[in-house]
């Protein structure tokens, strides 16, 4: 499965994004989906997961209560909804697909495929 992200921009603190990804070659509800991000200097982190059907996600505890994740299995697309962005936030954000049926791996150890990154920047 190819994996693209975008949505990704410049916001000030308090406001939104949207962030999508777009999935190719395979259907997504064959994958458990996932976001991630990597901050200048730190290391990847996991940011929000969804199961394979949609029933279930999981967020890191940053983004609990900001962050939405959801897929569009009609067009096979999965999306972050980020709000009340802070400036912590500021990161290269990837979309993550494994065939894993529980818990992605926090560190991102082991996904089966990534997408390039969409940049997020979040102004004081």
């Known amino acids: 499965v190819q994996l693209q992200a975008s949505g990704g921009g410049l916001v000030q603190a308090g406001g939104s994004l949207r962030l999508s990804c777009a999935a190719s070659?395979?259907?997504?509800?064959?994958?458990?989906m996932g976001w991630f991000r990597q901050a200048p200097g730190k290391e990847r982190e996991f940011v929000a997961q969804?199961?394979?059907?949609?029933?279930?996600?999981a967020y890191a505890d940053s983004g609990k209560g900001r962050f939405a994740v959801s897929r569009d299995s009609a067009n096979n697309t999965v999306c972050l909804q980020m709000n009340s962005l802070k400036p912590e936030d500021t990161a290269v954000y990837y979309c993550a697909a494994d065939r894993t049926y529980g818990s992605l791996n926090r560190r991102g150890i082991g996904i089966d495929y990534w997408g390039k990154g969409t940049l997020v920047t979040v102004s004081s």
């Open positions: 070659g395979r259907t997504i509800s064959s994958y458990t």
């Open positions: 969804i199961s394979r059907s949609g029933s279930s996600t």
